[in-house]
Nanobody, 119 residues
Framework: QVQLAESGGGLVQAGGSLRLSCAAS????????MAWFRQAPGKEREFVST????????AYADSVKGRFTISRDNAKNTLYLQMNSLKPEDTAVYYC????????????WGQGTQVTVSS
């Protein structure tokens, strides 16, 4: 099992920045890729960004491309999401997730951290 714990959420004004962290523990040697998702009130959870754990290849949702940067620190088993130029529509609970190489789904999820962007 892999345990994930997000941190770094909070309240920020539009145009501001936040950096989210996700600490992974447990059987992290099985992790192939990790991702950030978000869920706004009354909306479905949506993909934000993903990165491969070994090679660092990243992908982003169009809505955050150019504003958010995903990264990882393998030595610390920690995933990050640097969020710049935040907009009120970025307000959501942000979740990190992890998947094995053989899985098409993200099997492990954190509890989430709230990000609120005021206008």
């Amino acid at each position: 099992q892999v345990q994930l714990a997000e941190s770094g959420g909070g309240l920020v004004q539009a145009g501001g920045s936040l950096r989210l962290s996700c600490a992974a523990s447990g059987r992290t040697s099985n992790v192939h890729r990790m991702a950030w998702f978000r869920q706004a009130p009354g909306k479905e959870r949506e993909f934000v960004s993903t990165i491969t754990w070994s090679g660092g290849r990243a992908a982003y949702a169009d809505s955050v491309k150019g504003r958010f940067t995903i990264s990882r620190d393998n030595a610390k088993n920690t995933l990050y999401l640097q969020m710049n130029s935040l907009k009120p529509e970025d307000t959501a609970v942000y979740y990190c997730a992890a998947a094995r190489a053989t899985s098409s789904n993200y099997e492990h999820w954190g509890q989430g951290t709230q990000v609120t962007v005021s206008s």
